[in-house]
Every structure is written in C-alpha cells, then in structure tokens.
T-cell receptor, first 112, second 113 residues
Framework: TQLLEQSPQFLSIQEGENLTVYCNSS?????LQWYRQEPGEGPVLLVT?????EVKKLKRLTFQFGDARKDSSLHITAAQPGDTGLYLC????????????FGKGTMLLVSP | GAGVSQTPSNKVTEKGKYVELRCDPI?????LYWYRQSLGQGPEFLIY????????DSGLPNDRFFAVRPEGSVSTLKIQRTERGDSAVYLC???????????FGPGTRLLVL
C-alpha cells in the first residue's frame, strides 16, 4: 500500500490549460513538500507546507495543504511547455529529521 | 556554489558484480540521504547520515547494500553481488542539518545485466 497516493498518474494537456494534481494519504504529516523532476535530473523542491489549510503561491502554481494535514493539491494556471515534468509530493513523518516518503508522482506533458 | 554531485552518472554492470556509487554533498551540509528511484516510481529512502554516522539505515533492502561517510562529507553507496532488480536511479541529497531542505543530485543510473 502506497503511503502517498498521487493522481492522476499521467496528464497530457495543451498550453494555456489549467490543471490540478492531488496527493492523498490516511496519515497525518508534520510537513508536505512538492518537487518537480525533469528527465535525467534529481527532484527540485517547489514548496513546503506545514500548517493545515495553508495555501502557498509560486507564480502560476498554487499549493494547498488540507486542514487535517493528510492531503495536498497543486494547481497550475495557464500551463506552459516548460512546466512539463514529474511532479512528486513527499512527506516527513518524523519531525526529528527530514527523511522523505514520496508518492509515485504525476507525469505532466504540456504541448505547445 | 556547487550543488550535489554524483558519480558515475551511468553504470552498467553484470549480475553478481560489486559496484560503488559516490555522492559529493554541498559543502558544509551535515545531513546526507540516499534514495532509490525505480522506473515509474517516486524515490524510496535508503539511508540517512548525520555527520559520519548512519542515523537511520532502515531503508536498505538487504545486507548486500552498505553505505559509508567516513569524514562526514563524501559518501559511498556499495552494492555487493548485484541483481537485476537493483537496476534503478540512485539519488543522493544533502541538507544543512537534520531538518533542513534536501537538495538532490542528478543521480546515478545503474543497470544490472
């Protein structure tokens, strides 16, 4: 059983469209992070959310942490081809150190 | 400054052989993590170092896997008697301390034939 369930697994859209990807779990997390990974590279941190109900914006990306700190969403407005990549959510269960548990990711393809 | 570097970038080996994968963390980062990413999966935790010591090795799949960080900087992940199922991307990450943001290297792609 995957601790973090991400959906959809794959998303193919046209430039300019909006999209939302989800990260869900039955467990409560001390913090949750979103990463973007491009082919041949390691994951790059986009945002960390720690407070239930928190909303963070990063240009066209909006991240939300659920009130119960069990789920999160990433919304992209007016997607661009440069947004193409694997979007991973990751959680820390132990507030003592930062070992990450990752979901399987959502592969996003934005076509011109 | 320089990010996390990993060598080699690609490694092809035969079943049963021994391999070493190297990670150079960001200078001054005391925490170092190894993860393994199989095709179509997210990274899975292997081992965490704080300084020279392995603070958590609960993610190592079996005793064929071992990692060291003798001087608290560079780390080497060692895999004995490689199996085809060990084929994956091995990612290293470092952070300034045990709760800091992790910065990932580009990974080593291991293929066991």
């Amino acid at each position: 059983t995957q601790l973090l369930e991400q959906s959809p697994q794959f998303l193919s859209i046209q430039e300019g469209e909006n999209l939302t990807v989800y990260c869900n779990s039955s467990s409560v997390f001390s913090s949750l992070q979103w990463y973007r990974q491009e082919p041949g590279e390691g994951p790059v941190l986009l945002v960390t959310v720690v407070t239930g109900g928190e909303v963070k914006k990063l240009k066209r990306l909006t991240f939300q942490f659920g009130d119960a700190r069990k789920d999160s969403s990433l919304h992209i407005t007016a997607a661009q081809p440069g947004d193409t990549g694997l979007y991973l959510c990751a959680a820390t269960m132990n507030s003592g150190y930062s070992t990450l548990t990752f979901g399987k990711g959502t592969m996003l393809l934005v076509s011109p | 400054g320089a990010g996390v570097s990993q060598t080699p970038s690609n490694k092809v080996t035969e079943k049963g052989k021994y391999v070493e994968l190297r990670c150079d963390p960001i200078s001054g980062h005391t925490a170092l993590y190894w993860y393994r990413q199989s095709l179509g999966q997210g990274p899975e935790f292997l081992i965490y170092f704080q300084g020279t010591g392995a603070a958590d090795d609960s993610g190592l799949p079996n005793d064929r896997f071992f990692a060291v960080r003798p001087e608290g900087s560079v780390s080497t992940l060692k895999i004995q008697r490689t199996e085809r199922g060990d084929s994956a991307v091995y990612l290293c990450a470092s952070s300034v301390d045990r709760t800091g943001t992790q910065y990932f290297g580009p990974g080593t792609r291991l293929l066991v034939l």
